[in-house]
């Protein structure tokens, strides 16, 4: 059974950055796709960005040219850079993994079967 585990979040103004962890367990499978969700209460969850198994990323519109990815393979973790924050990046977040050919931003998370158990991160003045 895979687990994943984020660390990372709090509270920061506008322009301010975070940096998100997600450590997840050794894993064989052979397309791992690791991604970041993240979700409002009274909304749906919204993929944020996404990493495949040959370091391919993609990213949700609304945090291109803020967001990055970095992966550490000999820590097993994910890293995704928070830069130039703003209050609608407001959310609970979360990371997922699972075994996908296809590792993009529009797969639901209704599609991942592993999740972390969510860190907060709250922008505000």
């Known amino acids: 059974q895979l687990q994943l585990v984020e660390s990372g979040g709090g509270s920061v103004h506008p322009g301010g950055s975070l940096r998100l962890s997600c450590k997840h367990s050794?894993?064989?499978?052979?397309?791992?796709?690791m991604a970041w969700f993240r979700q409002v209460p009274g909304k749906e969850r919204e993929a944020v960005a996404t990493?495949?198994?040959?370091?391919?990323?993609m990213f949700a519109d609304s945090v291109k040219g803020r967001f990055t990815l970095s992966k550490d393979n000999t820590r097993n973790t994910l890293y995704l850079q928070m830069n130039n924050l703003k209050p609608e990046d407001t959310a609970t977040y979360y990371c997922?993994?699972?075994?996908?050919?296809?590792?993009?931003?529009?797969?639901?998370?209704?599609?991942?079967?592993?999740w972390g158990q969510g860190t907060q991160v709250s922008v505000s003045s």
């Open positions: 997922a993994a699972d075994n996908f050919v296809v590792c993009r931003v529009s797969r639901l998370p209704q599609e991942y079967n592993y």
């Open positions: 990493f495949d198994k040959d370091g391919y990323k």
């Open positions: 050794p894993t064989t499978y052979s397309s791992f796709c």
